[in-house]
């Protein structure tokens, strides 16, 4: 593989990462979850999505770089600033001096919580908030 060059600084930017919960995921009984004794989506089906969470960040890196046409691959992880980033986009350009631009997009996840603790979080103030 061959040296990269950065043309230009890369951009940075801390971007949230969502996860859909469904009413079954808060009506069907979980091993060590609190039960909920009524729906508290009625009007819902159980496959709908009732609640759209923020379970993590992401720092998502978009970059110009410049090198051979072997430089880069999709898979790889890009390091940069102290952070790993897996590439999910890369756009290749061939200007034809020997060298390949390439416009790089990777996310590094830096913070966050499995949707099933966030979940068990859920239930449990929605449990303790319809005490009878």
């Known amino acids: 593989m061959s040296e990269l060059t ?15 919960f469904k009413k079954r ?3 069907k009984p979980f ?6 004794n009524y729906d508290p989506f009625p009007d ?3 496959d709908d999505i009732v609640r759209t969470e923020i ?16 430089a880069l691959n999709m898979g790889m992880a890009l390091e940069y600033d102290g952070n790993k980033y897996d590439l999910t986009e890369i756009e290749e350009k061939f200007p ?3 060298e390949y631009i390439f416009d ?16 068990a979080r859920l239930r449990s103030a929605m449990a303790a908030s319809n005490k009878k």
């Open 44 to 46: 819902a089906k159980d």
């Open 25 to 27: 995921d808060f009506t």
């Open 96 to 98: 034809g001096n020997g």
């Open 55 to 70: 379970i993590a960040r992401d720092f998502v890196l978009r970059a110009k770089l410049k090198g051979s046409a072997d």
């Open 6 to 20: 950065h043309l230009k600084k890369p951009e940075i930017e801390e971007v949230p990462r969502f996860f859909d």
């Open 104 to 119: 790089v997009t990777g996310v590094a996840k830096i913070a966050g919580e499995e949707p099933m603790t966030v979940l």
């Open 31 to 36: 091993p060590q979850m609190a039960d909920l």
